[in-house]
């Protein structure tokens, strides 16, 4: 059976080398165009190991990268792209990443080295930088809300909130926000992907131990989980979130699938309706979108990383 790498083998290999099923697959073949002439598969750079993604209000894709931190922005138009964020090195990883809706700053997780990263789009110099948690944490992913951008901590049962003042200037400190509630904390890794709830009152995070992968919704101010009722869909490799309007589109890592869920305002409960699937996934783990597509980095964590291995990201159809 082919060994599949976990991410945190993956980001300790980084250190050491330094539409659906109910739809149908996308259209077109890795590298093709599609009849709009946008690209349906992004290339990376060779080693890159991708694993967040973000798009802003203009058609370009933001990729993070764990081997050494690098930002790598791409055309949808083109497909072509260059490092914009120069990495800090190995160890000092992006894994996930989010563009503000001005479009001039980064918020970039740094993993285990618990760094939260602030990078100018313009310059792509790191504005700011914290250092949270204790050791052991992990920075996985981000959210930005209009007050706040949100990091999880997948090894720790905290949050991270970076306030934003009313121009999205970034605070000085980093408050930490303690997970409870119905929130149950693992051994090992437990909490992953990150979004809002449609009301916009609630985080909705990915807890990978509650019932063997579920979804749960938490209170901003206090940090009070509750599970989300997804009925029968069950998470268990669930990883990066993508909310638009009240479709939650939750990508399953290891299964190379999305799912797709409507829920209710208040993000307490959500109906299955669709699962993407496409024969170009390779262990997909977060999704953006720009037009009438979703765009998802291939993360490979089923190969060893190595600096000569190939990474792309593949846009399928929204549901």
Do not use: C
Request: proline content about 6%; cysteine-free.
């Amino acid at each position: 059976m082919e060994r599949v790498f976990t991410r945190r083998e993956a980001l300790g290999a980084a250190a050491a080398i330094g539409a659906a099923a109910l739809l149908g697959p996308a259209a077109g073949a890795a590298g093709a165009a599609s009849p709009s002439g946008r690209p349906t598969r992004i290339p990376l750079p060779n080693g890159f190991q991708p694993e967040g993604i973000t798009i802003g209000r203009s058609p370009y894709a933001w990729f993070g990268s764990i081997a050494d931190g690098d930002v790598y922005r791409a055309s949808l138009a083109t497909g072509r792209g260059r490092v914009a964020v120069e990495g800090l090195g190995a160890g000092r990883s992006v894994i996930g990443l989010k563009i503000d809706r001005q479009e001039r700053r980064l918020f970039l997780s740094g993993g285990f080295s618990r760094e939260i990263r602030v990078a100018d789009v313009r310059s792509g110099k790191i504005a700011r930088l914290f250092t949270v948690g204790a050791e052991g944490s992990m920075v996985n992913d981000v959210v930005l809300t209009p007050q706040a951008a949100w990091f999880t901590d997948s090894f720790r049962p905290q949050l991270y909130r970076l306030e934003l003042d009313r121009h999205g200037e970034p605070a000085r400190e980093v408050a930490t926000v303690a997970l409870g509630g119905e929130w149950e904390q693992g051994t090992d890794f437990t909490a992953n992907g990150i979004a809002r709830t449609p009301d916009g009152k609630a985080l909705l995070v990915v807890n990978t131990v509650v019932e063997g992968g579920s979804l749960m919704r938490v209170d901003p101010r206090d940090g009070t989980a509750r599970r989300v009722d997804l009925g029968d869909l069950a998470i268990p490799f669930g990883d990066g979130l993508l909310l638009l309007g009240r479709h939650l589109y939750i990508v399953q890592q290891q299964l190379n699938q999305v799912d797709v869920v409507r829920l209710d305002a208040a993000g307490t409960r959500g109906t299955p309706i669709a699962r993407i699937t496409d024969p170009r996934f390779r262990i997909p783990t977060t999704a953006a979108a720009w037009g009438d597509r979703i765009y998802l980095p291939n993360a490979r964590f089923d190969v060893p990383p190595t600096p000569d291995t190939e990474y792309d990201a593949v846009a399928v159809d929204q549901v």
